[in-house]
């Protein structure tokens, strides 16, 4: 009935995230307000964590791609899970690292990076640079060498692997801004030249073909793709990088017609596959990373608002207005991305109406959804709508000048705040 496991209905008809109440948490919070489960997300984790340990002799980690959810509080989740961290940015990196994130478990993502951001990831000797191009190479081997650092880094590479169609393609993905390409030689070119490079350590390679796939093959595809370049490598440099790094992408359920790649299959097979094109190449088993954002935090998100004006315009469409909106979930108005809903108060009942979510932003393309099945709402009402815990936050803004809703944990049938609402004065703390 529900997308996410942690969703119920209790005996006064309310829906329950993890035990709580939603309407009390809308009452006691305040809405709009971003609600997510600590249990979910830890045992999010652990299916990943458990997956190395079972079909890869536990040879690997993995890393939170914290762009899809990022705050104080889920860097010590991440960190007491015993994972590693991705940042693609400054704002994340400080983040991570004022939460006490392990230095060395982080990793720099990023196709631009400042002076900024790599004098300050080397000044905290964090583990790992992911470089982007030739340019990023040489002004980092340059500021390296000024600052006696001696940075590991990787490389990401475009294995020219399409996720995102239907039947995946193998080649021409050269159109990213992201990474090197594979096929036109850049990619070899550039490993090489930073092999030799005196104040860089070039532990390995990395990819990350999409997000949000539901098919095993590509990842596969991609694997067997990224071993054969470390094999290249070595042909021509004697150099064997010692880590692989998967990229992240694993889908999750936003619909009820999702069907998300169970993650401990995708360990399985693509252990499988690294020890078959391993032993073909003679290569050592590399030291493996994967990068799931979305799949951690996704669903363990539920966002509450408080619903507003009901218009109805016969024979086209009803309007369902909420407090929040496209400041607080971008993701409709960006890519007509789909999600569930339900009406908190009314959870027990049917769905009897089909609806369009609007949020209260000047902009007509402020939606958070078309034709969505609901309960019949009225003023007053809360709706929830589901697996909204990765790039909700994340992505919100403030636009209309409207403070960032805040972050409430629930567990074990208790709530607590992990990041306070914003404030009037908030909005006005830089003008001058
Ligand atoms: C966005 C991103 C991820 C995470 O993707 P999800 O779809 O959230 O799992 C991992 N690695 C890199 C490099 C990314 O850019």
Redesign the pocket.
């Known amino acids: 009935m529900f997308v996410s496991k942690n969703l119920e209905v209790n005996e006064k008809g309310h829906l329950t995230i993890a035990g709580n109440d939603a309407v009390s948490l809308a009452r006691e919070y305040g809405t709009p307000v971003y609600v997510m489960d600590e249990e979910l997300i830890r045992e999010n984790c652990r299916k990943f964590s458990e997956s190395f340990a079972s079909y890869y002799d536990g040879n690997g980690m993995t ?1 939170y ?1 914290s ?2 959810f990022s705050c104080k509080e889920i860097y010590r989740i991440v960190d007491q899970e015993g994972m590693g961290a ?1 940042v ?1 940015s400054l704002g994340e990196l400080y983040t991570a690292l004022s939460a006490g994130f392990p230095a060395e478990k982080i990793y720099f ?1 990023g196709n631009n990076k400042s002076r900024e951001e790599l004098e300050y990831a080397l000044s905290h000797d964090i583990g790992c640079i ?1 470089v982007d191009n030739l340019e990023e190479l040489g002004q980092l081997d340059l500021l390296a060498g000024q600052m006696g650092k001696r940075p590991g880094i990787m490389f ?1 590479i475009k294995p020219g692997i399409d996720a995102h169609t239907h039947d995946f393609i193998r080649t021409g993905q050269i159109d990213s801004k ?1 990474g090197l390409a594979l096929e036109t030689g850049e990619a070899m070119t550039v490993l090489k030249r930073a092999s030799a490079m005196e104040h860089l350590y070039l532990k390995g390679v ?1 990819c ?1 073909i ?4 539901f098919d095993l093959e590509p990842f596969k595809a991609a694997a067997e793709v990224m071993l054969r370049l470390i094999a290249q490598l070595k042909e021509e440099t004697g150099i064997e990088v010692e880590q692989l ?1 998967l ?5 999750i359920k936003y619909t009820l017609e999702d069907q998300p790649v169970s993650y401990e299959k995708y360990m399985k097979e693509v252990s499988v596959t690294v020890n078959e094109v391993v032993r073909e190449l003679g290569l050592n088993r590399p030291f493996i990373l994967i ?6 935090v ?1 669903p363990a998100g539920t966002t509450l608002y408080t619903v507003g004006a009901v218009k109805e315009i016969p024979g086209i469409r009803t309007y369902v207005s909420v407090d929040g909106g496209m400041t607080d979930n971008p993701r409709y108005a960006l890519y007509q991305a789909k999600y569930d809903m339900a009406l908190a108060n009314k959870a027990g009942e049917e769905k009897n109406t089909v609806v369009t979510v609007a949020g209260k932003c000047c902009e007509s393309g402020d939606l958070l959804g078309e034709s969505i099945p609901l309960q019949r709402a009225e003023a007053g009402d809360v709706l929830a709508v589901f697996a909204t815990g ?2 909700n936050y994340s992505m919100a803004s403030r636009y209309n000048r409207t403070p960032v809703p805040p972050v409430v944990m629930v567990k074990d049938g208790e709530s607590r705040l992990i990041v306070k609402r914003e404030t009037l004065e908030d909005l006005t703390r830089n003008d001058l």
């Open positions: 890393l791609a762009k899809a991705d693609v993502h992911v990401r992201f990395h990350h999409g997000s949000q796939i790094n990229g992240g992408g694993f889908g990068e799931p954002g979305r799949s951690i996704g990765a790039y």
